[in-house]
Protein backbone atom coordinates (compact mmCIF):
# COMPACT_ATOMS: atom_id res chain seq x y z
CA UNK A 1 0.00 0.00 0.00
CA UNK A 2 1.13 3.30 -1.04
CA UNK A 3 1.21 6.74 0.70
CA UNK A 4 -1.45 8.01 -1.51
CA UNK A 5 -3.52 5.41 -0.80
CA UNK A 6 -3.50 5.81 2.79
CA UNK A 7 -4.31 9.32 2.73
CA UNK A 8 -7.11 8.35 0.12
CA UNK A 9 -10.86 7.78 1.79
CA UNK A 10 -12.35 4.83 0.95
CA UNK A 11 -15.01 4.58 -1.99
CA UNK A 12 -17.40 3.68 0.27
CA UNK A 13 -17.52 7.07 2.99
CA UNK A 14 -19.45 9.62 2.98
CA UNK A 15 -19.73 12.85 4.16
CA UNK A 16 -22.76 13.07 6.53
CA UNK A 17 -24.10 16.78 6.77
CA UNK A 18 -25.80 17.18 10.22
CA UNK A 19 -29.77 17.53 10.04
CA UNK A 20 -30.76 20.86 11.55
CA UNK A 21 -32.99 21.00 14.64
CA UNK A 22 -36.49 22.75 14.46
CA UNK A 23 -39.01 23.94 16.90
CA UNK A 24 -42.34 25.09 15.84
CA UNK A 25 -44.23 27.72 18.43
CA UNK A 26 -47.62 28.92 16.81
CA UNK A 27 -50.83 29.07 18.73
CA UNK A 28 -52.99 27.87 15.74
CA UNK A 29 -52.75 24.18 15.42
CA UNK A 30 -53.52 24.56 11.16
CA UNK A 31 -50.47 26.37 11.15
CA UNK A 32 -48.14 23.64 12.99
CA UNK A 33 -49.43 21.50 10.80
CA UNK A 34 -48.70 23.62 7.90
CA UNK A 35 -45.19 24.85 8.58
CA UNK A 36 -44.33 20.95 10.04
CA UNK A 37 -45.63 19.33 6.32
CA UNK A 38 -43.06 21.74 4.67
CA UNK A 39 -40.42 21.04 7.17
CA UNK A 40 -40.94 16.85 6.70
CA UNK A 41 -40.30 17.35 3.03
CA UNK A 42 -36.87 18.85 4.00
CA UNK A 43 -33.87 15.85 4.15
CA UNK A 44 -32.06 18.09 5.92
CA UNK A 45 -34.74 19.43 8.67
CA UNK A 46 -35.89 17.49 11.88
CA UNK A 47 -38.98 18.55 13.62
CA UNK A 48 -38.50 18.25 17.14
CA UNK A 49 -41.11 19.66 19.18
CA UNK A 50 -43.71 21.85 18.94
CA UNK A 51 -45.10 24.75 21.08
CA UNK A 52 -48.88 26.44 21.81
CA UNK A 53 -47.91 29.41 23.39
CA UNK A 54 -44.66 31.44 24.66
CA UNK A 55 -44.26 29.93 28.17
CA UNK A 56 -44.11 26.47 26.34
CA UNK A 57 -41.76 28.25 23.74
CA UNK A 58 -39.41 29.14 26.08
CA UNK A 59 -39.21 25.53 28.05
CA UNK A 60 -38.29 23.82 24.61
CA UNK A 61 -35.78 25.88 23.65
CA UNK A 62 -34.11 25.58 26.61
CA UNK A 63 -35.15 22.23 27.12
CA UNK A 64 -34.56 20.47 23.21
CA UNK A 65 -31.67 23.35 22.12
CA UNK A 66 -33.03 23.55 18.58
CA UNK A 67 -30.88 24.65 15.90
CA UNK A 68 -34.13 26.77 14.26
CA UNK A 69 -37.35 28.16 15.52
CA UNK A 70 -40.24 29.30 13.72
CA UNK A 71 -41.52 31.55 16.12
CA UNK A 72 -44.91 33.14 15.98
CA UNK A 73 -45.13 37.10 17.21
CA UNK A 74 -48.72 36.65 18.18
CA UNK A 75 -49.29 34.10 21.05
CA UNK A 76 -51.45 34.25 23.76
CA UNK A 77 -49.48 33.84 27.41
CA UNK A 78 -46.00 35.45 26.28
CA UNK A 79 -45.56 36.84 22.78
CA UNK A 80 -42.50 35.48 20.88
CA UNK A 81 -40.94 38.94 21.97
CA UNK A 82 -41.25 38.03 25.41
CA UNK A 83 -39.80 34.63 24.15
CA UNK A 84 -36.61 36.36 22.94
CA UNK A 85 -36.27 38.46 26.24
CA UNK A 86 -36.22 35.78 28.44
CA UNK A 87 -34.40 33.32 26.59
CA UNK A 88 -31.58 36.42 25.82
CA UNK A 89 -30.71 36.98 22.34
CA UNK A 90 -27.65 35.60 22.72
CA UNK A 91 -29.13 32.10 23.72
CA UNK A 92 -31.62 32.52 20.91
CA UNK A 93 -31.47 29.51 18.43
CA UNK A 94 -31.39 30.74 14.59
CA UNK A 95 -35.35 32.21 14.57
CA UNK A 96 -38.08 33.05 11.42
CA UNK A 97 -40.87 35.10 12.71
CA UNK A 98 -44.18 34.64 11.99
CA UNK A 99 -46.45 37.36 12.21
CA UNK A 100 -49.16 39.23 10.74
CA UNK A 101 -48.12 42.82 11.22
CA UNK A 102 -48.81 45.66 8.55
CA UNK A 103 -45.85 46.61 6.25
CA UNK A 104 -45.15 49.52 8.31
CA UNK A 105 -44.06 47.09 11.33
CA UNK A 106 -42.26 44.49 8.76
CA UNK A 107 -39.54 47.56 8.07
CA UNK A 108 -38.38 46.97 11.32
CA UNK A 109 -37.72 42.84 10.67
CA UNK A 110 -36.26 44.02 7.17
CA UNK A 111 -34.09 46.60 8.62
CA UNK A 112 -32.50 44.46 11.27
CA UNK A 113 -31.88 41.40 8.50
CA UNK A 114 -34.29 39.53 10.48
CA UNK A 115 -36.21 37.09 8.37
CA UNK A 116 -40.07 36.91 8.79
CA UNK A 117 -43.36 34.94 7.26
CA UNK A 118 -45.99 36.98 6.75
CA UNK A 119 -49.06 35.12 7.29
CA UNK A 120 -50.28 33.81 5.17
CA UNK A 121 -47.53 32.79 3.15
CA UNK A 122 -46.89 30.47 0.44
CA UNK A 123 -44.27 27.53 -0.74
CA UNK A 124 -42.19 29.89 -2.07
CA UNK A 125 -41.23 32.16 0.44
CA UNK A 126 -41.67 29.65 2.98
CA UNK A 127 -38.74 28.42 0.89
CA UNK A 128 -36.20 31.46 1.15
CA UNK A 129 -37.06 32.02 4.72
CA UNK A 130 -35.70 28.47 5.02
CA UNK A 131 -32.77 29.24 3.03
CA UNK A 132 -31.38 31.83 4.42
CA UNK A 133 -32.18 30.16 7.96
CA UNK A 134 -30.04 27.01 6.90
CA UNK A 135 -26.92 29.36 5.94
CA UNK A 136 -27.11 31.16 9.62
CA UNK A 137 -27.47 27.25 11.20
CA UNK A 138 -24.42 26.39 9.18
CA UNK A 139 -22.12 29.33 10.10
CA UNK A 140 -23.11 29.23 13.45
CA UNK A 141 -23.59 33.02 14.00
CA UNK A 142 -25.03 34.42 17.18
CA UNK A 143 -27.41 37.39 16.04
CA UNK A 144 -27.62 39.53 18.61
CA UNK A 145 -29.91 41.90 16.12
CA UNK A 146 -32.96 40.04 17.57
CA UNK A 147 -32.95 42.03 21.15
CA UNK A 148 -32.43 45.53 18.59
CA UNK A 149 -35.72 44.28 16.62
CA UNK A 150 -37.83 43.56 20.18
CA UNK A 151 -36.87 46.90 21.55
CA UNK A 152 -37.85 48.90 18.19
CA UNK A 153 -40.74 47.05 17.72
CA UNK A 154 -42.44 46.97 21.46
CA UNK A 155 -40.14 49.92 23.53
CA UNK A 156 -40.57 52.32 19.85
CA UNK A 157 -44.39 51.65 20.39
CA UNK A 158 -45.70 49.88 16.66
CA UNK A 159 -49.41 48.94 18.19
CA UNK A 160 -51.10 46.31 16.48
CA UNK A 161 -51.99 47.74 13.04
CA UNK A 162 -54.61 44.67 11.93
CA UNK A 163 -55.50 41.46 13.19
CA UNK A 164 -55.76 38.19 11.33
CA UNK A 165 -59.01 36.11 11.77
CA UNK A 166 -59.64 32.51 10.55
CA UNK A 167 -63.14 31.78 9.44
CA UNK A 168 -62.97 28.71 8.20
CA UNK A 169 -60.30 27.76 5.37
CA UNK A 170 -59.97 31.36 4.64
CA UNK A 171 -57.59 34.09 6.48
CA UNK A 172 -58.99 37.50 6.97
CA UNK A 173 -57.19 40.69 8.00
CA UNK A 174 -59.20 42.78 10.18
CA UNK A 175 -57.87 46.50 10.12
CA UNK A 176 -57.89 47.21 14.01
CA UNK A 177 -58.93 50.72 13.83
CA UNK A 178 -62.20 49.25 11.99
CA UNK A 179 -63.12 47.12 15.35
CA UNK A 180 -65.98 48.68 17.64
CA UNK A 181 -65.12 46.88 20.59
CA UNK A 182 -63.04 43.61 21.80
CA UNK A 183 -65.30 41.13 24.05
CA UNK A 184 -63.49 38.72 26.38
CA UNK A 185 -65.34 35.33 25.38
CA UNK A 186 -63.38 32.69 27.53
CA UNK A 187 -59.81 31.98 26.09
CA UNK A 188 -61.31 33.83 22.91
CA UNK A 189 -61.88 37.54 22.39
CA UNK A 190 -64.84 38.27 20.13
CA UNK A 191 -64.35 41.29 17.67
CA UNK A 192 -67.03 43.75 16.77
CA UNK A 193 -66.86 45.45 13.63
CA UNK A 194 -70.39 47.08 12.43
CA UNK A 195 -73.01 44.12 12.26
CA UNK A 196 -69.99 41.34 11.31
CA UNK A 197 -68.39 39.45 14.39
CA UNK A 198 -64.92 37.60 14.41
CA UNK A 199 -63.61 35.20 16.86
CA UNK A 200 -59.86 34.79 17.89
CA UNK A 201 -57.98 32.84 20.19
CA UNK A 202 -56.16 35.38 22.54
CA UNK A 203 -56.77 36.98 25.69
CA UNK A 204 -57.89 40.45 26.24
CA UNK A 205 -54.97 41.23 28.25
CA UNK A 206 -52.80 40.67 25.24
CA UNK A 207 -54.71 42.75 23.22
CA UNK A 208 -55.33 45.77 25.53
CA UNK A 209 -51.12 45.73 25.61
CA UNK A 210 -50.64 45.59 22.05
CA UNK A 211 -53.66 48.09 20.95
CA UNK A 212 -53.36 51.82 20.81
CA UNK A 213 -54.10 53.63 24.24
CA UNK A 214 -55.22 57.12 22.01
CA UNK A 215 -57.80 55.09 20.28
CA UNK A 216 -58.83 52.25 22.70
CA UNK A 217 -60.07 52.32 26.05
CA UNK A 218 -60.12 48.82 28.64
CA UNK A 219 -63.69 49.83 30.12
CA UNK A 220 -64.21 46.35 31.75
CA UNK A 221 -62.20 43.44 32.37
CA UNK A 222 -64.16 41.33 29.75
CA UNK A 223 -64.80 44.45 27.32
CA UNK A 224 -62.01 47.15 25.32
CA UNK A 225 -63.73 50.29 23.29
CA UNK A 226 -62.70 52.35 20.05
CA UNK A 227 -63.51 55.82 22.12
CA UNK A 228 -64.09 57.25 18.66
CA UNK A 229 -67.64 54.70 18.16
CA UNK A 230 -69.01 55.90 21.67
CA UNK A 231 -71.57 58.72 21.13
CA UNK A 232 -73.55 58.76 24.33
CA UNK A 233 -72.59 58.36 27.97
CA UNK A 234 -75.28 57.46 30.69
CA UNK A 235 -73.99 57.66 34.20
CA UNK A 236 -74.97 54.36 36.67
CA UNK A 237 -74.94 54.38 40.86
CA UNK A 238 -70.89 53.25 42.23
CA UNK A 239 -69.05 54.77 39.06
CA UNK A 240 -70.65 52.30 36.21
CA UNK A 241 -71.61 53.51 32.68
CA UNK A 242 -73.72 52.71 30.11
CA UNK A 243 -71.74 53.61 26.91
CA UNK A 244 -74.00 53.97 23.57
CA UNK A 245 -71.67 53.39 20.69
CA UNK A 246 -72.58 54.61 16.97
CA UNK A 247 -74.32 51.01 16.00
CA UNK A 248 -76.44 51.12 18.58
CA UNK A 249 -75.11 48.81 20.97
CA UNK A 250 -75.34 49.25 24.87
CA UNK A 251 -72.60 48.41 27.10
CA UNK A 252 -71.80 48.85 31.08
CA UNK A 253 -67.93 49.44 31.97
CA UNK A 254 -66.61 48.12 34.91
CA UNK A 255 -67.05 50.28 38.28
CA UNK A 256 -62.79 49.73 38.76
CA UNK A 257 -61.84 51.39 35.33
CA UNK A 258 -64.02 54.29 35.96
CA UNK A 259 -60.85 56.26 35.83
CA UNK A 260 -59.64 54.72 32.81
CA UNK A 261 -63.32 55.81 31.66
CA UNK A 262 -63.56 59.14 32.57
CA UNK A 263 -59.72 59.94 31.73
CA UNK A 264 -60.94 58.69 27.96
CA UNK A 265 -63.62 60.12 27.34
CA UNK A 266 -62.63 63.96 29.33
CA UNK A 267 -65.67 63.60 31.52
Partial sequence: MTVADTARPAASATLITPRITVLIADDEPPARRGLRALLEEQADIEVIGEARN????????????????????????SDGFDVVRTIGAERMPVVVFATAFDQY???????????????????????????????????????????????????????LARIMVRTGTRTQFVAAASVDCFEAESNYVRLRVGDRSYLIRDTLTNLAERLDPTLFVRVHRSLIIQTSRIVEVESLFAGEYVLTLSTGRRLTSGRTFRGAVQAALGL
Fill in 54 to 77: GTEAIAAIQSLRPALVFLDVQMPE
Fill in 105 to 159: ALKAFEAHAIDYLLKPYDRTRFNAALDRARLQVRRQTVDDRLLALVERLEGGQQY
